[in-house]
């Protein structure tokens, strides 16, 4: 079955470590997405990828970084810059960009302590 | 202002209850998706739609383009059925409401 997967899907950190958090799709989409959720406040886009290789910024990527190196993967890493890493992250993908065949990954929860 | 606007925000419902969630929509789509996440869990996606009606189980989504809206019914409530309800519409990009939290008592 086609679909996207993150992992893991609870990920604990120490205050000041890099982190990256994982999202695959096996769907042959072009577009990639993330998207960060604080609690009771709604989701917000860090970074897209259109292409393999070419990513752009959203409205809250500080702190963040992002690689498209092959079609399927879209790997987020949270750097010790982001002031406030911890909240639940959702990777979704799409064929076209944000077209009518989209998907979600079931997200993760990162904590720093 | 939020391209994407649901309510209620919050919704408290009788087990058995028939339960309605409303969303609007500002900007073009392609679709629009009906997402739903459990108290400290994951997001599981319900329906996608472009037009019309959708039906899984005691779940329907209904969509109607002209007046950019979209309803999300759950019929015969369960406790269970206790998450947030988020709505999402593909656009040039996503856009998502900011959800309606679900409460079944039994």
């Known amino acids: 079955d086609g679909g996207i997967t993150q992992s893991p899907k609870y990920l604990f950190r120490k205050e000041g470590q890099n982190v990256t958090l994982s999202c695959e799709q096996n769907l042959n989409h072009d577009a990639m997405y993330w998207y960060r959720q604080d609690p009771g406040q709604g989701l917000r886009l860090i970074y897209y990828s259109q292409i393999v290789n070419d990513f752009q910024k959203g409205d809250i990527a500080e702190g963040y970084s992002v690689s498209r190196e092959k079609k399927e993967s879209f790997p987020l890493t949270v750097t010790s810059a982001q002031k406030n890493p911890t909240a639940f992250y959702l990777c979704a993908s799409s064929i076209p960009p944000a077209g009518p065949e989209a998907f979600f990954g079931q997200g993760t929860r990162l904590t720093v302590v | 202002k939020n391209e994407v606007e649901q309510s209620p925000q919050n919704l408290t419902a009788q087990e058995g209850e028939f339960i309605t969630i409303n969303c609007s929509y500002s900007v073009g789509i392609s679709a629009l998706h009906w997402l739903q996440q459990h108290p400290g869990g994951g997001i599981v996606s319900l329906f996608m739609?472009?037009?019309g009606k959708k039906k899984h189980g005691r779940l329907i989504a209904t969509i109607n383009i002209q007046e950019k809206h979209s309803s999300l019914h759950i019929t015969a409530s369960h406790p269970r059925d206790s998450a947030v309800y988020i709505c999402?519409?593909?656009?040039?990009?996503?856009?998502f409401g900011t959800g309606t939290s679900l409460t079944v008592i039994p």
């Open positions: 999402a519409v593909s656009g040039n990009q996503f856009y």
């Open positions: 739609l472009s037009s």
